[in-house]
């Protein structure tokens, strides 16, 4: 194999490696779904359904009991897999953004060393595949029933069918008819099964239909000893399970107050004789549980129980077809004499929860959405039967297939490849990691899930939660359904202690800056009815010739400042675009979406950074590297506004204040971040101090925030800068 490589590569360097691949490259297919949980494989354990053939996967291969996603939500997952990378570093942060197809992904780079690679299914990525020679893709989420899929020229056709099943004939007709049977391929072969509606295949809409699938123990969790952001949730079985999109009752809504109302766009879709099925194996059910209700029969825990079975049993529906499709390709694999040399891996872009803490959705650092399925078969490396115990994590994806292929590993992937670890027949070798990140920050969205980041050894978890700035710890040994967060017991402390150095270690590690990027606090009612105003001010403020950017300092000339902007700003057509309370982060966002309207002032007047101080005491070089991503995006949609870039004001009662120092080391840094062309530093801070460094509070009321008197110094210190630059 060795000598083979090496004379893959001295024919490379010849320039002639198109037929010169040793036939013993392995082909790789990735059998791929979405949302598919841990706990709904039997190879993980399930005491709820059966998956015989994802099961001979790990018979013939293993099963990595500590798989985990860095972002628990699919098109993060996604881009993580496709780049290796933490979701900060691809960019793909939040469902909605648009993947950067530009930068560099494992595809690209097994095409360059002559595999043949394709997509077929969801990708849900927004822009277009590249790096494929194939692909054929569901639009955003797709469809259950006769889906749309994409072509490679742009059009979209419908094929009627179910989508699982269409997926794995288009995958079929690759792999018979569509490659290259000269070159080693990537095939990944990706579901949308089985995510919400779970919408069943007609062979199984009545697949458990006269059992009881048990409940989880956690299904009536209150939520209490952990964060108190848990209480908010929106992706709960007892207060947010649709009428027709999840309970699959027909419309109109019969018990608004129950139910949200949300139509089954599945069912309008589907043929005469799909709906005929369908409704064969629903009605009688929903006729009998519509006259309960009616009868008003039925207490919160019943219907709640009776959410719990339609749920479950439509979601195991939909995962045995996803196991069908396994089995499918696993035979197809062997007729066709490619099973020896083909790896197989079956994944999901992260787990779920099926009742547990009451909730269907993902998101949630807690165990059944952070895992992942990652089952492989690999003949002659491993020898089937194995259950590993590593520490994985989706970005060791892209370097295992690298490996694999015997290409480079750019020393930008986060990941590690799994390549030792599976020629070590799953044992983690000395030099593995100890430790996974992860972090959330779809915030303010469906669900309402906060942002949240944290690690994970073999027996902790840690876990942030920046905007109520609480730490939770679990001791998964001890609880593993993660009930009680240990974090302010005494016979922790050494323990929180020692995993929040991990935690900041970790984040230097993978260069994770959280004043850099984008952050959203529309989860908190003020700061979205605040932002909505300034957006709206923004987009009448055409004529404004001085923007004022910042936190609640900048915010204040509304309020303490009031009499001073009437006489210096107000006049000049000035508008105010701060918000108490935000860090650099939270202005990168606004200032991207939506805040700075139609404005193009000739002078924009910065001041932000002294939460990010306040808040975390953030490191100074990190904070700088957010207000100059902030000039970046000003000097970007505003080329040209002159920016007047303060000094970060002083705060706290002497020189030696430790917040203070962070600020003059900020300072320190943005100051050389003037360019005397558009960004003009203004460091106005001794006019905010007493002679002995102290700060009056006639000046800051509570040593930060100004008083009147305040305003008035500000401005004065200010006017000579406004004057230079023409106004
Ligand atoms: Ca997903």
Known sequence: MKKLLVLATFLMLLGSYRTAWPADRPNILFIFSDDHACQAIGAYGSKINKTPNIDRIAKEGAVFRHSFCANSICGPSRACILTGKHSHKNGFLRNGNRFDSSQMTFPKLLQQVGYQTAIIGKWHLSSDPVGFDYWEILPGQGSYYNPDFIQMDGSRKRFEGYCTDLITDKAIDWLQEGRDADKPFMLMCQHKAPHRNWAPPPRYLTLFQDQEIPEPATLRDDYSGRSKLLKENEMSLARHFSWGHDMKLKEPNLFPDRFPSLGNGEYRRMTAEQKAAWDAAYEPENQAFIEAMKAGKLTDDDILKFKYQRYIKDYLRCVQAVDDSVGRLLNWLEDNGLADNTIVIYSSDQGFYLGEHGWYDKRWMFEESLKMPFLIRW??????????????????????????????????????????????????????RDAIYYAYYENAAVHNVPVHDGVRTDRYKLMYF???????????????????????????????????????????????????????????????????????????????????????????????????????YAPRQAINLGIGGDRTEHVIWRLTHGNLGRIQPKVAVLM??????????????????????????????????????????????????????????????????????????VDINDHFLEPDGTISRSVMHDLLHLTEAGYRRWANALEPTLKELGL
Do not use: C
Not at 402 to 411: D, K, Q, R
Not at 526 to 552: C, H, K, P, V
């Open 608 to 681: 932000i950074g002294t939460n990010n101080t306040g808040h975390l005491l953030q490191d100074p070089q990190e904070v700088a590297q957010g207000v100059r991503k902030i000039l970046d995006i000003l000097r970007e949609k505003l080329p040209d506004t002159h920016i007047v870039l303060h000094a970060v004001f002083p705060r706290g009662p002497h020189e030696m204040d430790l917040m203070r120092l962070n600020n003059v080391a900020i300072n320190q840094i943005i100051r050389r971040y003037a360019d005397d062309e558009f960004i003009h530093y």
């Open 466 to 568: 920046p905007r109520t700035r609480e730490w939770n710890l679990f001791d998964l040994e001890r609880d593993p359904q993660e009930l009680n967060s240990v974090h302010d017991e005494p016979s922790y402390a050494e323990i929180l202690a020692g995993l929040q150095k991990r935690y900041r270690d970790l984040r230097k590690f993978y260069e994770v800056n959280t004043a850099t990027i984008p952050a959203t606090r529309g989860d908190e009612p003020g700061w979205r009815q605040r932002n909505q105003l300034l957006i709206e001010r923004a987009q009448q403020a055409a004529d404004a010739q001085i923007a004022f950017i910042g936190d609640s300092i900048t915010q204040g000339w509304e309020g303490a400042g009031k009499k001073v902007w009437e006489e210096f």
């Open 379 to 432: 003949p002659g490396v491993l020898t089937g039967g194995i259950e590993s115990d590593a520490l994985i994590q989706n970005i060791d994806y892209a370097p295992t297939f690298l490996e694999i292929a015997g290409a480079e590993i750019p020393e930008e992937i986060q990941g590690r490849s799994l390549v030792p670890v599976l020629k070590n027949n799953g044992q983690a070798p000395a030099d593995w």
